[in-house]
């Protein structure tokens, strides 16, 4: 989610919490569905709205035909689906009218927010064993010892890499055993200015580099979020690499390679390389059906392995009507009959170990992305914290254009941290 959304997001939530105290989520967006009709209750039949934000019409239809297979077997209880525009706005109103939908998607990184808010019911822990969803996937979405909801699906950052430019450069394909160094060195070989082509398309996003942090053994805050620690050695050492990358101009963002995101510079070879999530595959396939490139895991830093999490769970409402029957539709979605049903269709992965053999039989190509589960770190952070990644994002587009030194982006998001964490 962009910082703006999250911006947006920390001021409803506010309102809503005052409400509360008175009286009485790169390519076109998909079609939207329509709002689903409100449908008299029939006697005996408990009926749940679950709330979402609307994605591509092939995920839209598939989730339906999930949903729809829980209400054939379950006439006592009925689920309308609700996939809806501007959902972060809705969901707030919703919350702090008092009327919110029983079940909701909940981005990890706002999960701190909501569960201050006393806006969740804690039902991870009632779901079918528990034990075999991946670890990194649990923590994502657990606050102070508590596992709020279950994980829906998730995607993990990878590298991907165009095969016929590093086959006309006479270079190895990257592996999972890559280092920074290695990265470093085929950007370097695969940049030709004369054709316009970079080796590494990369945006001023915290959202990417926040993976360097990690790999370079740094962290954003202490475990407890009483500190902020960005600004260390092992920062700056991830902040001058990722910087270093384009002020050598053997990387660029996408908008100096006339794209709207770095997945559009890639499929246009205009990068010989880049790092997203598992998202890039449709839209390559749709995009750009002849491209030919792999994928494997990020590279290696200083500290060893790491990739981010992004990861939405199915949230409860505290104040739910049906919160049992509610409870029982999400420990379906996210059991092992469920899931699969959803994350057969390739557009998503499954967050439940048992689940990955299967799914890699249907889908070996990509396996980076679900490797990344194994050691991915959360995205998510304490409340406020969209005021961090703004001055982050800021610092670094002026650190790419030269404007400020790596050390001066880290001072400040420093300094803005504490500001926050004090709050």
């Known amino acids: 989610m962009k910082a703006k959304h999250l911006a947006l997001f920390s001021v409803l939530l506010a309102v809503a919490l005052v409400l509360a105290a008175c009286p009485a ?8 569905p329509p709002a689903a009709a409100e449908q008299p209750a029939a006697p005996g039949v408990i009926n749940l709205q679950l709330m979402g934000w609307a994605s591509s019409d092939a995920e839209n239809v598939r989730l339906q035909e999930v949903v729809d297979g829980w209400n054939a077997a379950n006439p006592d ?11 972060d706005t809705k969901l707030q109103t919703s919350l702090a009218g008092g009327a919110p939908p029983d079940i909701f998607y909940v981005d990890s990184f706002r999960l701190p927010d909501l569960a201050a808010a006393g806006a969740l019911l804690p039902i991870g822990d009632q779901m079918t ?11 994502a979405f657990t606050v102070d010892g508590v596992f709020y909801c279950p994980p829906k699906d998730f995607s993990t950052l990878a590298l991907e890499y165009n095969i016929d430019l590093f086959d006309a450069a006479g270079l190895a394909h990257p592996t999972a055993d890559w280092t920074w160094e290695d990265l470093r060195a085929a950007a370097e070989a695969l940049t030709n200015k004369d054709a316009g082509v970079v080796g590494f398309a990369i945006n001023p996003d915290f959202a990417r580099w926040i993976a360097f942090l990690y790999q370079a053994g740094g962290e954003v805050t202490t475990p407890d979020f009483s500190a902020m620690t960005l600004n260390t050695p092992e920062a700056l050492t991830a902040m001058e690499f990722y910087v270093g990358l384009v002020r050598d101009g053997v990387a660029a963002p996408a908008s100096d390679l006339d794209s709207g995101w770095p997945g559009e510079a890639f499929g246009k070879a205009r990068a010989a390389m880049t790092m997203e999530g598992n998202w890039i595959v449709p839209y ?21 392995k790491a990739t ?18 509610a409870t029982k539709v999400v420990d379906y979605l996210t059991g092992p009959v469920g899931m699969k049903a959803w994350t057969d269709l390739g557009l998503a992965m499954p967050t439940r170990q048992s689940l990955r053999e299967g799914w890699l039989a249907m889908y070996p190509e990509l396996e980076p992305f679900l490797n990344g589960a194994e050691y991915a770190r959360k995205w998510q952070f304490r409340p406020g914290f969209a005021d961090v990644l703004d001055t982050i994002n800021s610092g670094l587009q002026e650190a790419f254009s030269g404007l400020k030194t ?18």
């Open 25 to 32: 989520q790169p390519a076109a967006p998909a079609a939207q």
């Open 77 to 87: 209880i009925q689920v309308t689906l609700n996939l809806v525009p501007d959902y």
């Open 406 to 423: 790596p050390q001066q982006v880290l001072e400040e998001a420093q300094s803005v941290g504490e500001q926050v964490l004090a709050r």
């Open 308 to 325: 981010m999490a992004f990861t939405v769970c199915y949230g409860v409402a505290a104040n739910g009507r049906n919160t049992e029957a």
């Open 284 to 304: 390559l396939k749709d995009q750009f059906p002849n491209l030919n490139y792999g994928v494997t895991e990020l590279p290696s830093g200083p500290a060893g």
């Open 129 to 139: 064993n528990v034990d075999d969803f991946y670890p990194s996937l649990r923590d």
